[in-house]
């Protein structure tokens, strides 16, 4: 199957694979570029959507992601009581430099390097969500418990 993805939704099976789960990356030839053209891709609500958002630390420049629900907002004030330190906001070239992704196809992982990573308390209550694949138009279904365990990230509340 994974001969058929473009190079970086290949990228991100090759990892899924390595955890040990059956997690499949599919192509779709409607945009998942945002949280809603994916619920309306897929067929799922938005909130089911596990968007996963850049930023970056504003004093230390560390990249950050916090896998939010799809209709949620982040609270920037509430994620600097877990951070320790406001969040700025990550360009394109950041994004890319630090994860090897695109905005707009990011996944929760296969990044480049490590990223501290957070995940929206909000997506625990669904038996299944969605999550990008490294293009606008791949993504993957997982169980949020799953999701917590792969990216080793910490449930909070985002807003």
Known sequence: M???LKKSAEKVQSVLNEFGFELNVIE???STRTAQEAANTIGCTISQIAKSLIF???TTKNPILIIASGTNRINEKAIKEYIG???GKADADFVLEHTGFSIGGIPPIGHKNPIA???DED???YEEIWAAAGTPNAVFKLTPKILAE???GNIICVK
């Open 2 to 4: 994974s001969s058929n």
């Open 28 to 30: 779709l030839s409607d």
């Open 56 to 58: 970056q630390g504003k």
């Open 85 to 87: 330190e406001k969040l």
């Open 117 to 119: 990573t957070f995940i």
């Open 123 to 125: 997506l625990m209550q």
């Open 150 to 152: 792969i990216t080793k």
